[in-house]
């Protein structure tokens, strides 16, 4: 037998560093060739590593959360005949294997001697029988229900006198324990939970209050340290200015209403995106600066004929920008199916680095949540974003009547050491007028 070791791959493209984001396997098993090993993650995608040889785990290289650079020693397999590691070469990493426990995931099971094993426990816990029997048995004594494990966003099983009665003792049902079929929340458990808070729990005007004094820490590893780094390093370098402007969408909005009426079925629906992003495109021919990448470590700002632009996506693990490349090339229907394999790619997992580089400019919304206002920060190192607040109905002044009006703000950041302000605020003023005048988009 032989120790083959892994070492962390090259990945292109310069990279010098990655974070190590999962373990696919602990130490003392068996894998296979190609299967995957780690996940680790790169400034713009995560890659799988896979095993080039069959082998046993012997020792894994480092804490998922950890930055490793690219060639340290990622993972060491036993295998049969000789292995890569040359006899007489240092042993095993100190760490693993002095305490092999630590290096594996925090999600691995813990060992038999971290906890008495169930039935002892259920023994420990269980009161000694009574010397001789009462005349009267007593009522066993309830025991507290146990836990329910529920996900953020689970509605609470509960009865509506049930959820009536936690109304007017301010009890948060999604905090008590439900002991009833599949979890349902009964009286007994409402009468448990305030029994377990004590001194905790306190009547005011009538209603019980519960005092809560339970904390999480929550590693920043993985996309969420990205997104983290990304924004810091943003705000940091770049000198951002924000310029708002409200724009009347009622035509825009008719137009597109139309246009899915008439094409929907066979072309695809459209969304507010595609029109906005086709605005820009029209646009930026005349704010070249805009379109643009800006080397500051250089001091060269790369203007841009192509016009890639960034949708910004939210994921299950955070904030994304996958690319739609060539916008200047594509009508309505070809952008909107973009956005739309793009996001799907991101909320999946399956987008490549390719499709998360490369932006020129970058389109940023919320949707229904857009609020009045925001301020979107640069997707360095680009020097313009565009965001989109939500559309409310509300009364306008046109040609003197009030009408009802669809309206909606563009909240727009810059970066001011390449974009004056008189020129971010006529570009933002050529959007508006191509999306308050739709038929404009499609005039060459």
Known sequence: MGIHVIKM?????????????????????????????????TDKATVEIPAPVVGRVVALGGDVGQVMAVG????????????????????????????????????????????????????????????????????????APAAVARQPGDKPLASPAVR???WDLGIEL?????SGPAGRILHEDLDAYLQGQGAGAQARGGVAYSERNDEENVPVIGLRRKIAQKMAESKRRIPHFSYVEEIDVTELEELRA???????????????????????????RDFPQINARYDDEGGVVTRYGAVHIGIATQSDGGLMVPVMRHAEARDLWSMAAEIVRLAEAVRTGSA???????????????G???GIVTTPVINHPEVGIVGVNRIVERPAIRNGAVVAR??????????????????????IQAVRALLEQPALLFVE
């Open 368 to 370: 229904p949540l857009g």
């Open 72 to 143: 340290g020693e990622l993972i060491r397999l036993e295998v049969e005949g000789e292995g890569n590691l040359k006899p007489g070469a240092e042993a095993p990493p100190a760490k693993a294997a002095a305490a092999p426990a630590a290096v594996q995931p925090a999600a691995s099971a813990p060992s038999p001697q971290a906890a008495p094993a169930p039935k002892a426990a259920a023994e420990a816990a269980a009161p000694a029988k009574p010397s001789a029997p009462s005349a009267a048995p007593a009522k066993p004594a309830r025991q």
């Open 174 to 178: 999604r905090y008590v324990p439900g």
């Open 406 to 427: 669809k309206l909606m703000n563009l909240s727009s950041s810059f970066d001011h050491r390449v974009v004056d302000g008189m020129d971010a605020a006529r570009f």
């Open 258 to 284: 139309s246009l899915n009426q008439k094409w929907g079925a066979t072309r695809g629906k459209l969304t507010l995106l595609p029109l906005l992003a086709r605005a820009m495109v029209v646009a930026l």
């Open 352 to 366: 490549s680095r390719d499709e998360l580089s490369g932006s020129t400019i970058t389109i940023t919304s919320l």
């Open 9 to 41: 791959p090259d990945i292109g493209e310069g990279i010098a560093e990655v974070e190590l984001v999962a373990w696919h396997v602990k130490i003392g098993d068996m894998v296979a060739e190609d299967q995957p090993l780690a996940d680790v993650m």
């Open 164 to 166: 009536k009665r936690a």
